[in-house]
């Protein structure tokens, strides 16, 4: 099908993608807008052409990805999380529900986590005798937690149409997962307008924020500045600082940093600025500036339709988006130019 055949087209150009930020780079930088940090690119023609591999998923399309060392994760709409080695199929696991709408890997705790369009975010561990083998190791929140948490009538909070749920749960799709790994902590974002904290080596929610008026689309967090941010359907982009007291943390909002018609769809950091992609197609972006605010330095466009995802790396940024394109950006200062 058409839909098959742009997803696999995706999924191509993103190996390529990854494959040269390993040949090319240095090293990875961090996902923090404010460490320090120089890539090395010596050689011209970096961004060549040719394709260098493809994979072929036979059913489901790809709504999500991950990578770590030599291992490519991606999550699709039958609910299964394939493993490539290689360019080949090394191994897969499925969920009991709902497509897999993020996926990120935990190697200090050897586990994978994986947010679904059920709102529920599920928890798998590698097998130390069989690197093939995945099992599921809990979900978030655990049951034991939602038993207890249960009981008591101020943990349930209001959501949309006069419900009421448990504040440890998403009621709606898991749209975005951030890891910040030397901290413990994953983030979650949901169109339930929420983005909750969990402590990763117990699997509890530790704090749900309130964060939009309309859906959650992405979340990155960050260790450096204790920086959060988040953007939404509602056009806003936001930033959040992090105290952590003891085994809890406290998020406030420290500068909206976009109000605007379109819903943000993609967030990404890099060394030295935070960039936002929207549903008309622009890319936004902010750097540091005095009294640690951030302060916007431009736009660039490019696609025609909605931006679907950002990466940076270096000096370079990737854009994919609705149109079936990925562009390739070189920053120079506060320019970007366009070199693929």
Same mark, same amino acid.
């Given at each position: =099908?058409?839909?098959?055949?742009?997803?696999?087209?995706?999924?191509?150009?993103?190996?390529?993608?990854? %494959?040269?930020?390993?040949?090319?780079?240095?090293?990875?930088?961090?996902?923090?807008? *404010?460490?320090?940090?120089?890539?090395?690119?010596?050689?011209?023609?970096?961004?060549?052409?040719?394709?260098?591999?493809?994979?072929?998923?036979?059913?489901?399309?790809?709504?999500?990805?991950?990578?770590?060392?030599?291992?490519?994760?991606?999550?699709?709409?039958?609910?299964?999380?394939?493993?490539?080695?290689?360019?080949?199929?090394?191994?897969?696991?499925?969920?009991?529900?709902?497509?897999?709408?993020?996926?990120?890997?935990?190697?200090?705790?050897?586990?994978?986590?994986?947010? %679904?369009?059920? +709102?529920?975010?599920?928890?798998?561990?590698?097998?130390?005798?069989?690197?093939?083998?995945? *099992?599921?190791?809990?979900?978030?929140?655990?049951?034991?937690?939602?038993?207890?948490?249960?009981?008591?009538?101020?943990?349930?909070?209001?959501?949309?149409?006069?419900?009421?749920?448990?504040?440890?749960?998403?009621?709606?799709?898991?749209?975005?997962?951030?890891? @910040?790994?030397?901290?413990?902590?994953?983030?979650?974002?949901?169109?339930?307008?929420?983005?909750?904290?969990?402590?990763?080596?117990?699997?509890?929610?530790?704090?749900?924020?309130?964060?939009?008026?309309?859906? @959650?689309?992405?979340? @990155?967090?960050? =260790?450096?500045?204790?920086?959060?941010?988040?953007?939404?359907?509602?056009?806003?982009?936001?930033?959040?600082?992090?105290?952590?007291?003891?085994?809890?943390?406290?998020?406030?909002?420290?500068?909206?940093?976009?109000?605007?018609?379109?819903?943000?769809?993609?967030?990404?950091? =890099? %060394?030295?600025?935070?960039?936002?992609?929207?549903?008309?197609?622009?890319?936004?972006?902010?750097?540091?500036?005095?009294?640690?605010?951030?302060? %916007?330095?431009? @736009?660039?466009?490019?696609?025609?339709?909605?931006?679907?995802?950002?990466?940076?790396?270096?000096?370079?940024?990737?854009? +994919?988006?609705?149109?079936?394109?990925?562009?390739?950006?070189?920053?120079?200062?506060?320019?970007?130019?366009?070199?693929?």
């Amino acid at each position: =099908s058409e839909a098959l055949s742009y997803c696999l087209k995706l999924l191509r150009k993103l190996i390529k993608i990854l %494959h040269f930020t390993i040949r090319f780079g240095t090293k990875m930088p961090r996902s923090d807008p *404010t460490r320090e940090y120089s890539w090395n690119h010596s050689e011209e023609n970096l961004l060549d052409q040719c394709l260098i591999g493809s994979t072929f998923q036979e059913e489901g399309h790809i709504y999500s990805l991950a990578a770590t060392n030599d291992l490519l994760f991606t999550g699709s709409d039958n609910n299964y999380i394939k493993v490539w080695k290689n360019l080949n199929e090394f191994s897969e696991f499925k969920s009991n529900s709902g497509l897999v709408k993020a996926i990120v890997i935990c190697r200090e705790e050897n586990r994978v986590f994986t947010g %679904h369009q059920d +709102g529920k975010i599920r928890v798998w561990k590698n097998s130390q005798k069989n690197p093939r083998v995945y *099992t599921r190791a809990g979900s978030l929140p655990a049951l034991k937690d939602v038993l207890k948490k249960s009981v008591k009538p101020s943990n349930y909070v209001e959501v949309r149409r006069r419900r009421t749920t448990l504040w440890i749960k998403h009621c709606d799709a898991v749209s975005c997962l951030s890891l @910040v790994e030397d901290l413990g902590l994953l983030y979650s974002a949901s169109w339930d307008r929420t983005v909750k904290v969990w402590r990763i080596h117990d699997l509890k929610c530790v704090e749900s924020i309130k964060a939009h008026d309309d859906a @959650v689309n992405s979340v @990155v967090g960050s =260790s450096g500045e204790s920086l959060v941010f988040t953007g939404s359907a509602d056009g806003t982009v936001k930033v959040w600082k992090r105290e952590v007291r003891g085994k809890r943390t406290s998020h406030s909002l420290v500068q909206t940093l976009l109000k605007q018609e379109s819903a943000v769809t993609a967030l990404v950091t =890099s %060394h030295v600025a935070v960039y936002s992609g929207s549903s008309d197609g622009a890319v936004n972006f902010w750097e540091m500036g005095e009294k640690k605010m951030l302060k %916007h330095c431009g @736009v660039f466009k490019k696609h025609r339709l909605a931006v679907l995802c950002l990466a940076a790396a270096g000096e370079l940024v990737f854009s +994919g988006a609705a149109d079936k394109k990925i562009c390739v950006w070189r920053r120079e200062g506060r320019s970007h130019t366009c070199v693929s």
